[in-house]
């Protein structure tokens, strides 16, 4: 691709980007399921092959599927949740990353709007936007306006410190782009967009984490979540999750929403563990109709109080 | 439209050795002006062409696409193609539907306005208006995402290596109002929108804006619920969205696949018998319509489910080799390949008034907007975000928000006692009023 600035210069970059999926179905006694598993990234398709790649996906895809056939319905309610590490850090980019994205907060309509500052979440918690990691598939050299990819600390032990900027909101902010200007092709424009999006580590052992919990849930993938921005409410959806009581995983839970508040959610971060994961590069982003690739990334974390939206009440 | 150019990709296509091809083009121009606060945000002017070309090797086949349409690329595009095709594994039920099946006569559906284009200063005066009458409806409406008028026009030709070659062509119009309203700090969202094929029959832009504010005003003062198991009630924007997860559960890939919650359910009963949902293709003027699908076979009436008998499933042809069965006219064209895509998907009208759907609920839920993806296709569990409207002793109380609807889309169906009067053919989907008897509502 090529860039060409107002300003009269240009850019240009090539960026590869390719992604694997693999989608199993199991059936057992009329009962079916369905597993999903993938990774790709900024790579070629020699990556896919590299330590076998392409086999641990379809493992996964089919070792979920078939898991899932005994699952039991999901509770009903607000309680503990303790997240994986790696794929759930997509509650990071719901519950806050699109509330920091500059062009909500100039036009004051994200519930984040104003709060620059002020504490968002408990001292544990340390949020960054960074473009710059190699080969992921957030990752840009630069942003689709030509201004070079950096790391933005959005959230520094609980208090929030950064927006994400493309060209046109900054300079109506009177602040730095920060090279999150993004357009899903040249047939649109671009507006703020988030990177690889993730939670700094902590220095909890993830299985003293877990052994804290007395009555709780443990999630470890989701599917896809959704913010509404101006009130905060966000989602995301659980598609492997499991009860945990007494502080052991005991039965696996059929896929649940998990809602909660924005500005709220992160107070309530107990514990952060010392295993933060990157996703595998699968996450697509939409917003006003364009997609664009990016990545999330968490360590393994403990929420105290979060809605869980299954059946048993 | 012109559709030599579409031949003459075909004739390259055999003279490189291809058994059969088709290709779909579309030409298309799109103009959008939005205002936010009452100045200009954003105007948008595109042009686009697109050529989609399927191309077989006896049962090996592949796609393409371009939106270069000048001689060397499409040659290119071709060539490639025709390539891509032979070296590709064979599958028994790759093809072209049978020639004898395409249509002949392309019916008029009036999908295209014939009236001439309006400026682009009059376009953004709709917009601004629209935004205006929202700002001005109640004075707790402080802050807009804006407001936008859209037109589209654009033809489609399709063209089969049988002779086949024919086009149509459509116009769309659309407003769109999303304002803010806030009280004490809260700040809540909503919008409302109007679609049409004819720019006269667009609402009137200040009562778009006056509904969309009034959306936004009511969920002021939200509060969360504590879990409880009470009847739900959609409202038509929402209840749309389960009939377009039935449909989803019900199109050919999804059934081959096995993955999907209708699989083997054909003749059976699937919901109440007050449910009964119906894919109309060729209803004049509507936003769904169309003459024949991305195949060139003819469009029709298709009853999906009858009475809460799944009746049908939704088929291009492709599926319905793999399945055993025919297509039933639902072939798409979006991207490079072929898929099975909706017309005008309605789940038709029963008696009850939505007041009366309300008034006949003591303690449940009205649901005025769902979010997430929380919907098993495979399974048909249901997990969503919700907000809207608490409901007690049959009337609206008070607003609620972060909590979630969930349920199983079959069981969901099959406790559906009430079904509204409200259809109004707004969008390419949509049903009235839906009261389900019972579903779990998490909160606190």
């Known amino acids: 691709m090529l860039i060409a600035t107002a300003s009269g210069w240009t850019v240009g970059d090539v960026r590869p980007l390719t992604r694997l999926n693999v989608t199993a179905i199991a059936e057992e006694g009329g009962k079916r399921e369905i597993g999903s598993y993938g990774g790709g990234g900024r790579v070629t398709f020699d990556f896919f092959l590299q330590d076998e790649r392409w086999r641990r996906f379809a493992g996964e895809a089919a070792r979920q599927a078939v898991l899932k056939l005994s699952a039991v319905d999901a509770p009903a309610g607000s309680m503990t949740v303790v997240l994986g590490p790696g794929w759930p850090g997509i509650l990071l980019h719901e519950a806050i990353g699109h509330g920091l994205e500059g062009d909500f907060n100039r036009k004051a309509t994200s519930a984040f709007a104003g709060r620059m500052g002020q504490k968002v979440a408990s001292e544990l918690v340390t949020v960054v936007d960074d473009g710059t990691i190699a080969n992921r598939r957030g990752s840009l050299n630069v942003d689709d306006e030509g201004t070079p990819t950096g790391r933005t600390v959005l959230i520094e032990n609980g208090i929030l410190t950064g927006y994400m900027q493309d060209r046109l909101n900054a300079r109506l902010m009177g602040m730095k782009p920060t090279g999150n200007g993004r357009r899903e092709s040249y047939a649109y424009a671009p507006m703020p967009r988030m990177t690889n999006t993730f939670m700094l580590a902590g220095h909890d052992d993830p299985e003293d984490i877990l052994k804290s919990v007395k009555h709780g849930l443990y999630a470890v993938t989701f599917g896809g979540g959704q913010v509404d921005i101006t009130n905060g409410r966000f989602v995301f959806s659980a598609s492997e999750a499991y009860l945990v009581e007494d502080g052991r995983i005991t039965s696996p839970v059929k896929g649940a929403t998990l809602i909660g508040n924005g500005p709220e959610a992160l107070t309530r971060v107990s514990r952060v563990g010392n295993d933060l994961e990157l996703d595998e590069g699968v996450g697509t982003c939409g917003k006003d109709g364009q997609s664009v690739p990016v990545g999330v990334g968490l360590p393994t974390i403990r929420i105290d109080g979060i809605t869980v939206g299954g059946t048993a009440v | ?444």
């Open chain 2, 1 to 444: 439209m012109n559709t030599d150019l579409l031949v003459s990709v075909l004739k390259r296509a055999a003279q490189r050795g291809a058994t059969a091809a088709d290709g779909f083009l579309v030409e298309e121009s799109h103009f959008s002006a939005s205002v936010r606060m009452r100045e200009i945000e954003n105007i948008n002017h595109s042009r686009e062409q697109r050529l989609s070309l399927r191309v077989f090797a006896g049962r090996a086949s592949a796609a393409a696409s371009t939106s270069d349409l000048s001689k060397d690329s499409l040659e290119r595009v071709v060539d490639e193609a025709t390539a891509l095709a032979k070296i590709t594994a064979e599958d028994p039920h790759a093809g072209l539907p049978d020639p004898g099946n395409l249509i002949t006569r392309v019916p008029d559906l009036d999908l295209e306005d014939a009236g001439s284009d309006v400026s682009p200063e009059e376009k953004i005066e709709i917009a601004r208006r629209a935004e205006a009458a929202a700002l001005e409806a109640d004075p707790r409406v402080t802050n807009s995402e804006g407001a936008e008028y859209s037109d589209r026009r654009a033809r489609y030709a399709y063209a089969t290596s049988h002779g086949f070659a024919h086009g149509y062509a459509t116009t769309g119009f659309s407003i769109s109002v999303a304002p803010i309203a806030s009280k004490n700090g809260e700040m809540q969202r909503d919008y409302w929108y109007s679609n049409a094929r004819k720019r006269t029959r667009l609402e009137e832009p200040e009562a778009v804006g006056r509904r969309a504010a009034a959306r936004a005003v009511r969920r002021l003062g939200a509060r969360k619920m504590k879990s409880v198991e009470v009847p739900v009630i959609f409202d038509p924007e929402n209840a749309a969205s389960l009939v377009r997860s039935i449909a989803g559960a019900a199109s050919g890939p999804s059934l081959y696949r096995r993955a999907s919650f209708l699989l083997d359910r054909l003749g059976t009963k699937i919901a109440a018998p007050t449910v009964t949902i119906v894919d109309d293709a060729l209803i004049p003027s509507a936003l769904g319509s169309r003459p024949f699908d991305g195949e060139g076979l003819a469009t029709g009436r298709t009853v999906l489910v009858r009475e809460g008998v799944l009746e049908s499933y939704l088929l291009d042809t492709y599926s319905a080799r793999k399945l055993g069965l025919e297509s039933t006219h639902h072939a798409g064209r979006d991207g490079s390949g072929v898929s099975v895509t909706t017309s005008n998907l309605m789940l038709l009208a029963g008696k009850s008034t939505p007041e009366e759907l309300i008034r006949s609920v003591k303690n449940g839920f009205y649901v005025t907007e769902l979010i997430g993806f929380g919907v098993n296709g495979v399974t048909g569990d249901y997990s969503r975000g919700a907000s809207g409207q608490w409901i007690e002793n049959g009337e609206l109380a008070y607003p609620v928000e972060e909590i979630t609807v969930a349920g199983n889309l079959l069981e969901m169906l099959s406790a559906i006692d009430g079904v509204g009067n409200d259809l109004v053919l707004r969008d390419r989907t949509v049903a009235p009023t839906l009261r389900i008897g019972r579903m779990v509502v998490a909160g606190t």
